[in-house]
């Protein structure tokens, strides 16, 4: 079992950066990926960012150039810097991690307990 735990988030004005971490437990069985995805109230899930072992990433179109996303291997870490922060990226920030393992290389997720971001003045 893997935990995945977030950090980072808070309170900001609009037109302010945040950067977010996201730390998992040990080291992931490779492939894997690791990303955030958001939710908003009333609003579903949506990807944010994802980054894969390989250095692959992944950006949900409508943030590419404001969110960047990052991975420290070392430290099972990733992170997302947002920059330019807008009342809708409000929302609550989960971070995910998969991996392949087993004699069938079945796929694991786990996601963490999401902190907020609240963009407002």
């Known amino acids: 079992q893997v935990q995945v735990v977030e950090s980072g988030g808070g309170l900001v004005q609009p037109g302010g950066s945040l950067k977010l971490s996201c730390a998992a437990s040990r080291r992931l069985f490779s492939p894997n990926t690791m990303g955030w995805y958001r939710q908003a109230p009333g609003k579903q899930r949506e990807l944010v960012a994802t980054i894969n072992s390989g250095g692959t990433t992944n950006y949900a179109d409508s943030l590419k150039g404001r969110f960047t996303i990052s991975a420290d291997n070392a430290k099972n870490t990733v992170y997302l810097q947002m920059n330019s922060l807008q009342p809708e990226d409000t929302a609550v920030y989960y971070c995910?991690?998969?991996?392949?393992?087993?004699?069938?290389?079945?796929?694991?997720?786990?996601w963490g307990q999401g902190t907020q971001v609240t963009v407002s003045s």
């Open positions: 995910k991690a998969d991996e392949y393992r087993g004699l069938g290389r079945k796929r694991y997720d786990y």
